[in-house]
């Protein structure tokens, strides 16, 4: 049973341009969720989705960044226009309900705005 | 706005000690994980504690949660090399009725183990 495949691994993307990242949840899990990772922090809570619906976007910035979950294939989280600060560790994160179900994380995709 | 802080937020110390890490919260849950994450990748999942006065143990460590006080700590008997990593706790604040869903995370420990 393969676990959360995110990719890619490494991204890096000029400012201005559109970096797009793509989640794959555990077989049998319909919970989505996304974090980021500045250096030397600990993880912070993006967005969570199940299939075709954001449950909660509160930790996503207004500007630039949206996610989906489509009925089929992987979520996807999408940042327009990257700046700088947007260089992070961006990872997901799949559990079988939303709750008392343990989330399993991915290996992160790391983004580099030059 | 749920605020989980952690300490220390780096330690050093050598194989063989035992040592505590600490996981403060702000406000009501009964929920908390601890992660571990080598550098690099990805986090990995330690423990779940899921009530007041919970303990769990996995070979060297030891979780335990204090609902009344909002404290977790994570124990490390006999400390070896291999178990050098950042150490993460993490709250459930749609647990706790915070109207959110997704974990809170600790800024993490990173603990380095010298031989």
């Known amino acids: 049973n393969a676990g959360v495949m995110q990719n890619p691994r490494h991204l890096v993307r000029r400012r201005g341009q559109e970096a797009r990242l793509r989640c794959s949840p555990m077989k049998g899990h319909s919970h989505v969720y996304w974090y980021r990772q500045l250096p030397e922090e600990g993880l912070k809570f993006m967005v969570y989705?199940?299939?075709?619906?954001?449950?909660?976007e509160s930790g996503m910035p207004k500007e630039r960044f949206s996610a989906e979950f489509p009925k089929e294939g992987p979520s996807i989280l999408r940042i327009q226009q990257v700046v700088r600060g947007d260089s992070a560790a961006y990872f997901c994160a799949s559990s079988a309900t939303g709750n008392n179900s343990p989330l399993h994380f991915g290996n992160g995709t790391r983004l580099t705005v030059t | 706005e749920l605020k989980v802080e952690q300490n220390p937020l780096f330690l050093s110390m050598q194989e063989g000690k035992n040592y505590t890490i600490y996981c403060n919260y702000s406000?009501?849950?009964?929920?908390l994980y601890w992660y571990r994450q080598d550098p690099g990748k990805s986090l990995e999942s330690l423990f779940v504690l899921l009530s007041n006065g919970a303990v769990k143990q996995e070979g060297r460590l030891m979780a335990s949660l204090d609902t009344k006080a909002r404290l977790s700590t994570l124990h490390i008997t006999a400390a070896v090399h291999d178990l050098s990593a950042t150490y993460f706790c993490?709250?459930?604040?749609?647990?706790?009725?915070?109207?959110?869903?997704?974990?809170?995370f600790g800024k993490g420990t990173h603990l380095i183990i010298q031989p």
């Open positions: 406000t009501t849950s009964d929920r």
């Open positions: 989705l199940q299939k075709e619906n954001i449950i909660d």
């Open positions: 993490a709250v459930d604040v749609t647990y706790s009725g915070g109207g959110a869903d997704g974990l809170t």
